[in-house]
Every structure is written in structure tokens, then in C-alpha cells.
T-cell receptor, first 120, second 113 residues
Framework: AAGVIQSPRHLIKEKRETATLKCYPI?????VYWYQQGPGQDPQFLIS???????DKGSIPDRFSAQQFSDYHSELNMSSLELGDSALYFC???????????????????FGEGSWLTVV | AQSVTQLGSHVSVSEGALVLLRCNYS??????LFWYVQYPNQGLQLLLK??????LVKGINGFEAEFKKSETSFHLTKPSAHMSDAAEYFC???????????FGQGTELSVKP
């Protein structure tokens, strides 16, 4: 079965540079979430989109922005990178309505493999 | 507001022994509760979820969890640990189905031969 696709898987940037992470949700999923997981930390919610509109916002720095495009893929843009931005960034997706044949009932959130960002 | 607390940042069990990972939640609304597993350098995989349909929830890989409202708990169990169960386990809560997840601090499970 198709999963959430994130790219790139690994990214190294210098301080003050800009980085863009891409996320391709599972087909027919209309909601996308972004999470940040620092080393040894639990994932922290950044932002979510439903039908290309921002639906919720968490602890996302002002230096970060995100959007969801017409094909439902999403991009997380990070500018003026700081050392503390080094983390694993997860994208996740969910459908509004359950999809027949899915392993779990309801609009379960499925995560991608994550994008490792290292700021040096 | 929702939050979860996982008791024990590290749990070690012997292969074949019972696995018990503890999670307590706080929620101002009926919660949706989840357990995710993260293997080293990998993403988060959903083990099981509670959405009020049944208090005992069975998930993948032989794991199950019981929702106890009186104790505000959602502990994860597996009767017999396998070496392949060694991973980081996260409990998470959401106030709405499909809404943002609030994660606990995680519990690292080690399985000894």
C-alpha cells in the first residue's frame, strides 16, 4: 500500500540557509500534518492543512512556513536556519472519511519516514 | 487541552516476558488515544488506536491496550516479548478524530535474550 512520501530523506544545511521539505500524502488523504522531533524528544506538532487551508497551528517558528498544494502535497519551508532546527521532520496524512479496506477505522493519521535535517 | 504522560523512559524485559508500557492521559474532552512505535532511524508506525468503540483495543504485532476512564490510563501490553519489539514507543492523544496528536515523552523498550 502507498505510504506518506517525504523528500529529501536527509539534508545538511548551514546556519542562516533555507531548506524546503516535501511531503506527498497517501492518495485520497486530504489532511497533512507536520511534526518536528528533536534528538531524544517526542514529536512536536508544527502545523496542519485540510483541503489546502491551514487547519491548525502548533509550535512552528515564524521562520518556518508551509502550504498544501492543489495535488495535496505539502512543503515546509524553513529560513534563517539555526543549529536548534536540527531534527527529524515528519509529515503525516489522514483522510477525512475512512477508506474501505484500511487497517484502522476512522481517519487515522499515518506518518512518513521523516526527513533528517542537520544544520551545521 | 490534552496531554499524556508515559511512566518510565526505559523498560527492559526478557524475551518471552510480558510487556507493559504505561500511559496516562489528561483530556478536557473524550479522548482519542494512540500508541505508535518508532524503530531506530525510522518513522512512526501506528500500533493501535482507541476511539470509544471498545475499551480493549487490539493492534498489530500482538499488542493491545485497555482504556480505563476511571484511571485515565491507556497502558500498552503484549503477552510475550520478542527481540524485534525493541523500539521506542509513544503514546499520543487527540481531542478530535484526525486532529493533531499530542505525544508523550516516549518509552524505550529493550528486550534481552
Amino acid at each position: 500500500a502507498a505510504g506518506v512520501i517525504q523528500s529529501p530523506r536527509h539534508l545538511i544545511k548551514e546556519k542562516r540557509e533555507t531548506a524546503t521539505l516535501k511531503c506527498y500524502p497517501i492518495p485520497r488523504h486530504d489532511t497533512v500534518y507536520w511534526y518536528q522531533q528533536g534528538p531524544g524528544q517526542d514529536p512536536q506538532f508544527l502545523i496542519s492543512f485540510y483541503e489546502k487551508m491551514q487547519s491548525d497551528k502548533g509550535s512552528i517558528p515564524d521562520r518556518f512556513s508551509a502550504q498544501q498544494f492543489s495535488d495535496y502535497h505539502s512543503e515546509l519551508n524553513m529560513s534563517s536556519l539555526e543549529l536548534g532546527d536540527s531534527a527529524l521532520y515528519f509529515c503525516a496524512s489522514s483522510p477525512t472519511l475512512p477508506i474501505s479496506g484500511s487497517l484502522f477505522s476512522g481517519n487515522t493519521i499515518y506518518f512518513g519516514e521523516g526527513s533528517w535535517l542537520t544544520v551545521v | 487541552a490534552q496531554s499524556v504522560t508515559q511512566l518510565g523512559s526505559h523498560v527492559s524485559v526478557s524475551e518471552g516476558a510480558l510487556v507493559l508500557l504505561r500511559c496516562n492521559y489528561s483530556s478536557s474532552v473524550p479522548p482519542y488515544l494512540f500508541w505508535y512505535v518508532q524503530y531506530p532511524n525510522q518513522g512512526l508506525q501506528l500500533l493501535l488506536k482507541y476511539t470509544s468503540a471498545a475499551t480493549l483495543v487490539k493492534g498489530i504485532n500482538g499488542f493491545e491496550a485497555e482504556f480505563k476512564k476511571s484511571e485515565t490510563s491507556f497502558h500498552l501490553t503484549k503477552p510475550s516479548a520478542h527481540m524485534s519489539d525493541a523500539a521506542e514507543y509513544f503514546c499520543a492523544v487527540s481531542g478530535t478524530e484526525g486532529g493533531k496528536l499530542i505525544f508523550g515523552q516516549g518509552t524505550e523498550l529493550s528486550v534481552k535474550p
